[in-house]
């Protein structure tokens, strides 16, 4: 046995639970190398530290902390407009990681309305254009309660990918509305497509966007209860931008308290997002490669958190909440 | 709210030792048991990990969840009391310093309570608890990072300032005492500086009793990936102690 193989064993040793061959192996080893002698003697003394350390008591408040949250959360029962406002808030304060900046990765700001649009028209294709209307018009849905360009462009001075999209969902829980706008003088273009199930790609719009104006794209939901996966492309500055938004086809705010069982076996991250999605009824943000296979994984008696916990683990990605049932993932640099 | 008082505050879901030898291991260096009859390489350190207050039965756990469930506030007061120590000890391991662990443990209480509806009867209830903390201590890690909140790196300094007022505090310390609190500072501050989910299996396993399977219940992961994560961490810790030359004199 060599020196490397000995390291890889101090746990196996540690919890006695190796072959008595490669234990008397191991042994051997000890005995004649005291390097890994001296290495093994430490690991065992550093786990002995470890379970050495005292218990801590809690502070003198906390229960009385406790059961005064709680009963503030029972006297406040939570609407689902509260739920909308409190993710605005939050939503409005996310900071894009510098890391991903650096990284050249799609860097976007996903908001969550914090009102109930006025429905607006539903139809694919309905996009407008600083100056233009193409396809079905949107007509006066700039008045609805929506935060204008103004009020959307103080949350994405950030955005150095050009481009800053907002996601809502409208009170008929029908449709979906991405808009989007830039900050940045030039007119950055975008083209968005959909898909679903396995279905070909379908380009839905495209066209440019400039500082101080914005798109809107209304994605209808899927008829058969499938994920809408919607892809947006842009460039900006020379570089090429794509993100995907699974969008389920009913948007549940509540989906941390949603219990469900799911496996994944030989599944695409892409699948498992999709699934994980229509499952919950959450929307996905996903950046980065999403081929890769998923050989098994899942979440037993789960809810929406734990199982993107259990997808981006599987997959190497990070993962943050955005808002609530809004999840926002990208790879791991 | 008034629950009727209870005479006496059991914590009594607080980490005990299953068993004597929680890991089966005897060291051939020592050939003793390692946790068991208190054999220690190093140090002389009296153990403060074993809590003598008496488990709560399976049965009167069911009941309480279930007065829990029917909005029995009385209830839910005596499963923090009951579960508070466990859950503080829980957060202050995988947070690493009191404020954060005091944050942590109280969200987690509060996820419990709203979400205590959708456990189901026939799960792990500890099981479950130690999910929703690692959950809500991990959401908070999140949202640190996208603000640029304190990093972990800063939760060590912070941990060192403490270390050295602790150490400079006039309060006469027995040496011993302050000796062994200094090497804990330094242990936790080691285990601080490892990747979240080694630090999270790590005090799982070893400050938590919990067997690989539970881990692997609890974070949703094979026992393959537990093992040699915890494997991982346990090499990691052992480097950085390595490098305070004191504690292996
Ligand atoms: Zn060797």
């Known amino acids: 046995m060599n020196c490397a193989k000995a390291q890889d064993m101090f746990s196996a040793y540690l919890e006695n639970v190796m072959e008595p061959s490669q234990r008397v192996a191991f042994e051997q080893h000890l005995a004649t190398c005291p390097s890994c002698k001296a290495s093994y003697e430490k690991f065992n003394a550093a786990l002995m530290m470890l379970e050495e350390m005292p218990q801590v008591e809690p502070p003198a408040d906390f229960h009385a902390s406790v059961m005064a949250r709680v009963e503030r959360e029972r006297r406040v029962e939570p609407s689902k407009v509260r739920w909308w406002n409190l993710d605005w808030q939050h939503v409005f304060t996310i900071r894009v990681p510098a890391r991903a900046v650096a990284m050249g990765f799609a860097v976007l700001l996903l908001m969550v309305m914090a009102v109930q649009f006025t429905p607006i028209g539903h139809s694919i294709n309905a996009v407008v254009f600083p100056g233009r209307t193409v396809g079905n018009p949107v007509g006066d849905d700039d008045s609805s309660d929506a935060p204008k360009a103004g009020v959307l462009n103080s949350g994405c001075d950030l955005a150095k990918s050009g481009l800053c999209i907002n996601v809502s969902n409208d009170s008929s829980g029908k449709a979906y509305t991405l808009r989007l706008s830039s900050k940045d003088g030039n007119p950055v273009d975008y083209s968005v497509y959909t898909r679903t199930g396995t279905s070909a790609k379908n380009g839905v719009a495209n066209g440019f966007v400039s500082r101080g104006q914005q798109a809107s794209v209304t994605i209808d939901v899927a008829h058969d209860r499938q994920t809408v996966v919607t892809e947006l492309k842009w460039h900006y500055r020379g570089r090429s931008y794509d993100r995907l938004a699974f969008l389920p086809p009913t948007f549940d705010a509540d989906a941390s308290a949603k219990k469900i069982d799911m496996s994944f076996n030989k599944t695409t991250v892409y699948q498992a997002l999709d699934q994980v999605s229509r499952s919950y009824g959450i929307v996905i943000l996903a950046s980065g490669n999403l081929n890769r296979t998923i050989k098994f994984g899942g979440v037993d008696d789960g809810n929406a958190t734990d199982a993107i916990y259990a997808v981006a683990d599987k997959a190497n990605m990070t993962w943050q909440a955005l808002a609530a049932s809004v999840y926002e993932m990208e790879p791991t640099d | ?249």
Request: aromatic letters at 8%; charged letters at 30%.
């Open chain 2, 1 to 249: 709210m008034l629950c009727p008082k209870r005479s006496e505050r059991l914590s009594a879901f607080a980490i005990t030792d299953k068993q004597a030898c929680s890991w089966g291991a005897f060291s051939p260096l020592s050939q003793a048991c390692r946790t068991g009859r208190g054999t220690r390489l190093l140090f002389n350190t009296s153990r403060v990990k074993s809590d003598t207050d008496k488990a709560i039965t399976r049965a009167e756990e069911q009941v309480l969840i279930q007065r829990c469930k029917d909005g029995d506030i009385c209830a839910f007061d005596e499963l923090v009391i009951r579960f508070q120590k466990r859950v503080y000890n829980f957060a202050y391991g995988i947070a690493g310093n009191y404020d954060d662990a005091n944050d942590v443990a109280q969200e987690a209480f509060v996820r419990v309570f709203n979400s205590i509806g959708t456990f189901r009867g026939d799960a792990n209830f500890t099981t479950w608890i130690y999910r929703i903390v690692t959950n809500v201590y991990l959401d908070e890690r999140k949202k640190a990072k996208s603000h640029r909140q304190i990093s972990l790196d800063e939760y060590v300094d912070l941990d060192e300032n403490s270390v050295s007022r602790q150490i400079e505090d006039d309060n006469p310390l027995p040496a011993e005492v302050a000796e062994s609190k200094e090497r804990n500072q330094i242990v936790r501050n080691a285990i601080n500086a490892l990747p979240d989910y080694q630090r999270i299996i790590m005090t799982l396993y070893h400050l938590h009793d919990r067997s690989y399977e539970e881990i692997a219940d609890i974070l949703h992961l094979p026992i393959g990936t537990v093992k040699s994560r915890l494997n991982r961490a346990r090499q990691a810790l052992k480097e950085k102690l390595e490098t305070e030359s004191e504690l292996f004199g």
